[in-house]
């Protein structure tokens, strides 16, 4: 490992991203939800924290906005529509963690344009149960939950700044 990254544990990540998603105005239930997308896409896709950091510094609402935004997602199967288009695109961080949802029960995804990282912004998704769906194996999981994640040092120690302002700090919790 070298300096400009920094080892942390998956949990780590959904409570840094919870907290500053709470100090930008997101509800607990959004904050929640953020914290496990982002969490999810930075340890199967990498970026996941780079794209919130966008999102939360792009303005205000920008965050529960692209989130809302990534909810249309989730109602793609009750409608029985196999696309969901955006006019704003939606970072596929926020995508990630559901479409892999849709895999684990058979349908496949495709994205416009193709998925490359939690900061690729996505402008349509595309469902089909013909479509073979290739299930994310478990080993990335493992492996963070066993060893951590390698992050940037710059980001997390932005996200640690953020989350720093949700009510007490984790090194004021610690020192208690």
Not at 126 to 153: F, H, R
Request: a negative charge; glycine letters at 6%.
């Amino acid at each position: 490992m070298n300096s400009l990254k920094t080892v942390v544990a998956p949990r780590e990540i959904k409570d840094q991203i919870e907290r500053g998603s709470r100090v930008f105005g997101c509800e607990a239930s959004g904050a929640y939800r953020l914290g496990e997308d982002i969490t999810f896409c930075e340890i199967h896709y990498g970026k996941g924290i780079s794209s919130w950091l966008q999102l939360a510094y792009s303005n205000l609402d920008s965050l529960t906005e692209a989130l809302k935004r990534s909810f249309s997602i989730g109602a793609l199967l009750e409608q029985e529509l196999l696309e969901v288009h955006w006019d704003t695109p939606v970072p596929f961080a926020l995508l990630a963690r559901s479409l892999h949802e849709y895999e684990r029960h058979g349908v496949g995804w495709s994205c416009e344009p193709d998925a490359v990282s939690g900061n690729s912004e996505i402008n349509r998704v595309y469902l089909s149960s013909d479509k073979p769906t290739s299930v994310l194996s478990s080993n990335k999981m493992d492996e963070a939950l066993s060893y951590g994640i390698e992050v940037s040092t710059i980001e997390w120690n932005k996200l640690d700044e953020i989350a720093s302002q949700f009510l007490l700090s984790e090194k004021t919790l610690d020192g208690l």
